[in-house]
């Protein structure tokens, strides 16, 4: 079996969904103000079953975990309190004999911050899922390239968000590929330290900690970083700019992009085979995409790892991702049906 921990966005998810699990006995539906002074202290719970049909193995069961960690208090003051919050979560886990637990979004810190690291409860193995999401970002952008007939190696691409887990393995990916590659983060020493590991590897590229600055040259973007940018920043970028936007919450408005500008959302994945949530209302409350059967990549990492019997700590720690189990993981995905995902935003479907 495989687990998914993860954690809601936004407070709209979040009032359907714990509306749906009340027992109401004709009680109005909870308004978002009082489910915000409860939410906090709900403990980590098995909210539904979740079955993946593969094409080579058919169905594989697993189990979506509910970290209740707030949407409001994902910044620094709150990492001891979610960390706490992650590891119960993680002994959920172990306690429903889960083998392989993808952590998703900011559950996954537990996996990458030194102090608290953990590889396994019991028999169960955790893994960020870092490895497929970078996989699906490189191959996305492989494909988008050649959709929107712009050269790889006559791009500039920007990596916003260049020294984190996934933006490192993408840079890695990239570097040798592109034109140019351009770096930004907010920490000026890791970022600058990147840069001069690539200029030492003869890679032609440029950092910079103002995002702003880097924008203009930018052919193709992929964005990996945990923040929101200004709204005006997508018009400093050209008309035909391709943008990768894996981060969440999106760093990038998609609403305002120019028709000539393609933004897609990043790191996700089509299950062609399907999958299905019991109960099924989670699929609407919780898993909201604009086409059917698409899934997060760190999500189907644990699912990929348990088809493939592989109950290992596949991703794990800060800056480790190699180019070999990306494209492992990828193969891997891809045999059991699992495959980067069309190009679509908050409007649809791209054509
Ligand atoms: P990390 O925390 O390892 O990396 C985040 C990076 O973003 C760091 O380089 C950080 O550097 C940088 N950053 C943060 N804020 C800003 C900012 N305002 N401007 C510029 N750079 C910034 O995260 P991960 O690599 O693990 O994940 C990256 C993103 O991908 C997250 O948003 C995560 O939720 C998302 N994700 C998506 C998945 C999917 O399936 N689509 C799966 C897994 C993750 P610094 O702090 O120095 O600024």
């Known amino acids: ?12 998810k979040i009032v359907d969904f714990v509306n749906s699990i009340r027992i109401t006995d004709g009680n109005p539906e ?46 620094h003051s709150h990492i001891w309190n979610n960390l706490k919050k992650t590891r119960e979560a993680c002994e959920k886990a172990a306690q429903l004999g889960v083998d392989v637990v993808a952590l998703g979004g900011f559950t996954s810190i537990i996996l990458e911050s030194g102090g608290a690291n953990l590889q396994a409860i019991q028999g169960t193995k955790f893994t960020t899922g870092n490895t497929l999401t970078a ?11 050649q959709k929107w007939n712009q050269p790889l190696k006559d791009s500039t691409l920007l990596i916003i968000g260049s020294t984190g887990d996934i933006g490192s393995a993408c840079v890695r990916y990239f570097s040798n590929k592109v034109k140019k590659i351009l770096l930004t983060a907010r920490n000026p020493a890791p970022l600058h330290q990147q840069e001069e590991q690539l200029k030492s590897e003869k890679a032609n590229c440029l950092a910079s900690t103002h995002v702003s600055e880097l924008l203009p040259a930018a052919d193709l973007i992929i964005c990996v970083a945990s923040s929101v940018l200004p709204e005006n920043y997508l018009d400093l970028l050209q008309s035909h700019a391709i943008i990768c936007d894996a ?72 800056g480790n991702i190699n180019l070999e189990n990306m494209a492992y993981i990828l193969a891997a995905a891809a045999k059991h049906g699992i495959v980067t995902a069309p190009f679509f935003n908050s409007k649809g479907l791209i054509n």
């Open 247 to 318: 981060g969440y919450p999106k760093n990038l408005n998609s609403e305002n992009v120019k028709p000539s500008q393609k933004i897609y959302a990043g790191g996700m994945c089509l299950v062609e085979e399907g999958y299905c949530f019991s109960p099924e209302h989670f699929q609407k409350n919780i898993y909201e995409f604009p086409l059917p059967n698409i899934s997060h990549g760190c999500t189907m990492e644990s699912v990929v790892l348990a088809l493939e019997g592989q109950s290992l700590a596949f991703s794990k720690g800060r």
């Open 135 to 145: 996989a699906l970002i490189a191959d996305s952008l492989v494909k988008a390239c």
């Open 30 to 75: 909870l308004s978002q103000a009082k489910i915000k002074e409860v939410y906090g202290y709900f403990p980590p719970t098995k909210l539904f079953d979740i079955q993946i049909n593969s094409k080579v193995s058919g169905f594989v069961e697993g189990y979506y975990i509910e970290s209740f960690l707030s949407p409001d208090e994902l910044g």
């Open 1 to 12: 079996k495989f687990g998914v921990i993860g954690h809601q966005d936004n407070w709209k």
